[in-house]
Nanobody, 128 residues
Framework: QVRLVESGGGLVQAGGSLRLSCAAS????????MAWFRQTPGKEREFVAA????????YYADSVKGRATISRENAENTVYLQMNSLKPDDTAVYYC?????????????????????WGQGTQVTVSS
């Protein structure tokens, strides 16, 4: 069982930056692939970024590519999402997800059904 707790959300002006954190419980964090998704009211939850448990390969949605960096610190059981050049369209609740899953391709990590563990989310609001 893995428990995930997100933090770092808040209100930021367009063009600003935020770093989201996701603290995970469990002794085998290093064996979990991790991802960030986001959701706005009335819309489907969408993929943002993922990092593979083995090798640390990363994968990003086109909407954040070049502006977001996902990273992990296994010693601290924490995954991060650094978001720069934020836009009002980035406003959403951001969720952390975890899966003890070894994908054949990174694209698989962009799929919600891969992840059995989810955090409660942290709100990010970008003002124009």
């Amino acid at each position: 069982q893995v428990r995930l707790v997100e933090s770092g959300g808040g209100l930021v002006q367009a063009g600003g930056s935020l770093r989201l954190s996701c603290a995970a419980s469990g002794r085998t964090f290093s064996r979990y692939s991790m991802a960030w998704f986001r959701q706005t009211p009335g819309k489907e939850r969408e993929f943002v970024a993922a990092i593979r448990w083995s090798g640390g390969s990363t994968y990003y949605a086109d909407s954040v590519k070049g502006r977001a960096t996902i990273s992990r610190e296994n010693a601290e059981n924490t995954v991060y999402l650094q978001m720069n050049s934020l836009k009002p369209d980035d406003t959403a609740v951001y969720y952390c997800a975890a899966a003890s899953y070894v994908p054949d391709t990174m694209l698989e990590l962009a799929t919600q059904r891969v992840y059995p563990y989810w955090g409660q989310g942290t709100q990010v609001t970008v003002s124009s």
